[in-house]
């Protein structure tokens, strides 16, 4: 049987009640103070449709849930449970100018030869940075030969 929404004047209220079709425009009395209520149009509507093989709630806005975060696009490939748009990846760390200037010192201290390793290994310029970025500890020295 399906349900229909009826509103009762004297006491201003709406209520739902299920009634075969063939009695669904008669009168129903109220369940508070039992004067006849004629039905009405539903005042909520929820109804579900699918779009790309998803159920989509209507009004239909366009957009897609991943994890209960709303998203533009369906995910096409990528790790499970991770969408791009809700698990933004974090941008690389920018060096301050103190370490970037510290990185220059260190490499102008390798063009003389004059930085090395905690093994005592001679570093090139070209290395410095790279290995300033692993956390390697380069020191003021001179290279074992």
Do not use: W
């Not at 399906?2 to 004047?9: A, K, Q, R, S």
């Not at 299920?18 to 039905?39: H, T, Y």
């Not at 709630?57 to 533009?72: A, E, N």
């Not at 809700?86 to 003389?112: F, H, T, W, Y």
């Amino acid at each position: 049987m399906p349900l229909y929404e009826y509103f009762c004047e004297p006491c201003n209220g709406i209520f739902e009640e299920l009634r075969p079709m063939r009695e669904s425009s008669e009168p129903v009395p109220c369940p508070e103070c039992f004067k006849d209520a004629s039905r009405i149009m539903p005042t909520s509507f929820a109804a579900f449709t699918f779009r790309e093989g998803y159920p989509r709630r209507i009004p239909d806005d366009g957009k897609y849930y991943h994890l209960g975060q709303k998203v533009s696009k369906l995910v096409s490939s990528g790790r499970p449970n991770e969408h791009p748009e809700v698990n933004k990846p974090e941008p690389p760390r920018k060096k301050l100018k103190g370490e970037i200037s510290e990185i220059r010192d260190m490499q102008a201290e390798a063009r003389k030869g004059a930085l090395t390793d905690l093994s005592g290994n001679r570093v090139k310029p070209s290395e410095v940075a790279s290995m300033a970025e692993q956390g390697r500890v380069l020191k003021k020295g001179t290279p074992r030969t």
